[in-house]
């Protein structure tokens, strides 16, 4: 992976965790289950994907 990514898979996950927010705070009586979930999910592998490119680039400076 390149580390060119590491910011856009940042950024994407900070948007898809504020409109997760937004859909907790406006949509809060009837929440759509099913939509919260993917968006959380989408979150975590938007920032995980983050974590994984940051990672591999430590691990190819300390080499």
Do not use: T
């Not at 937004?22 to 989408?42: E, R």
């Not at 975590?44 to 691990?59: N, P, S, T, W």
Request: glycine share 4%; no cysteine; net charge positive.
């Amino acid at each position: 992976m390149s580390y060119k990514f590491f910011y856009l898979y940042l950024i994407g996950g900070i948007v898809f965790l504020v409109m997760l927010i937004y859909q907790l705070i406006a949509y809060y009586p009837s929440l759509n289950i099913f939509g919260v979930i993917l968006d959380f999910s989408i979150v975590l592998a938007l920032f995980y994907m983050a974590y994984k490119v940051r990672r591999e680039k430590e691990d190819k400076d300390l080499m």
